[in-house]
């Protein structure tokens, strides 16, 4: 799964106040009408993170694979142009 604060574009300790901003504001810029998948990858985020509770469910207990998505975005975010380490590479995916 896709970070959920990437997504809703927030920090990961924001509060519930700057999570619904957030998500209000994703939800105006792509309404179902426009753009379906990227409202409902907000509204699976928002889903995630809403409260207190559920971003403590998300932390403990989220282990689901990564996509080719997940891995792609992770990468590109400090891309270089030469091949990432294994070491770098074990750490997208999970290994210890």
Known sequence: MIDPYRVLGVEAGATDEAIRAAYLKAIRESPPERDRQRF?????????????????AHGLFDRSEPTLDDLLAAVSSDFAPSPPSERRLLHLLGAK
Not at 41 to 55: F, K, L, M, Q, T
């Open 40 to 56: 409902e990858s907000v509204r699976n985020a928002y889903e995630a993170v809403s409260d207190h509770r559920r971003r403590l």
